[in-house]
């Protein structure tokens, strides 16, 4: 799996958007880009993934760069309930998900 | 609809003492199973995957071990627990597909005295 940095934590405002950033520059061609988050001492929530477009759900959007070496999380109106840390992860069908320190998003009033 | 479920859900056990968690998966079949830790305060390290019965890949050398009997149902053993092995064990399953989304279980919280 190609590995991705993060930043350890960031803050927000709430009601503001989240932008949290991964870089992913050895992903290849074939490898997805996954986004998980993890609420104080419960399992990772998964959020949202994508390969080359930008993708949205009713969680999130994922914006991946065109060269897709970076992506960036969005949660466009962060509410308190979004305090975790969350996970960015790149790779392709693969049996062996490996989850890095991630960042600690903390919103706050 | 899928689920999936661990237990115990809290461990306290004793240095040296035999350890063994469960986690089954209802609403699938064939499904890719795993076991991950977390130390307080820290990531998760991905431990076991399973692709089949009685088919699991071990990513980090240790006192565990991991079994898979039945197609849904995956085991988290040890002979004899070591204060490192405290920790937060989470199961997690995902389907064969293109996309490999993970579903976590609610967690094991064990901690070695």
């Known amino acids: 799996d190609a590995k991705t940095t993060q930043p350890p934590s960031m803050d927000c405002a709430e009601g503001r958007a989240a932008n949290l950033p991964c870089n992913h520059s050895?992903?290849?061609?074939?490898?997805?880009v996954y986004w998980y988050r993890q609420i104080h001492s419960q399992g990772p929530q998964y959020i949202i993934h994508?390969?080359?477009n930008n993708e949205t759900n009713e969680m999130a959007s994922l914006i991946i760069t065109e060269d897709r070496k970076s992506s960036t999380l969005i949660l466009p109106h962060a509410t308190l309930r979004d305090t975790a840390v969350y996970y960015c992860?790149?790779?392709?069908?693969?049996?062996?998900?490996?989850f890095g320190a991630g960042t600690r998003l903390t919103v706050k009033p | 609809s899928q689920t999936i479920h661990q237990w115990p859900a809290t461990l306290v056990q004793p240095v040296g003492s035999p350890l063994s968690l469960e986690c089954t998966v209802e609403?699938?079949?064939?499904?890719?199973l795993y076991w991950y830790r977390q130390a307080a305060g820290r990531g998760l390290q991905l431990l076991f995957y399973?692709?089949?019965?009685?088919?699991i890949s071990s990513e980090v050398p240790q006192n565990l071990s991991a079994s898979r009997p039945q197609d849904r149902q995956f085991i988290l053993s040890s002979k004899k627990l070591l204060l490192s092995d405290s920790g937060f064990y989470l199961c997690?399953?995902?389907?064969?597909?293109?996309?490999?989304?993970?579903?976590f279980g609610a967690g094991s919280r064990l901690t070695v005295l």
């Open positions: 992860i790149a790779g392709y069908n693969n049996n062996d998900m490996r």
């Open positions: 399973s692709v089949g019965i009685g088919q």
């Open positions: 050895t992903i290849s061609g074939n490898e997805y």
């Open positions: 994508g390969l080359k």
């Open positions: 997690a399953w995902s389907r064969w597909a293109s996309t490999n989304v993970l579903t």
């Open positions: 609403g699938t079949s064939n499904p890719n």
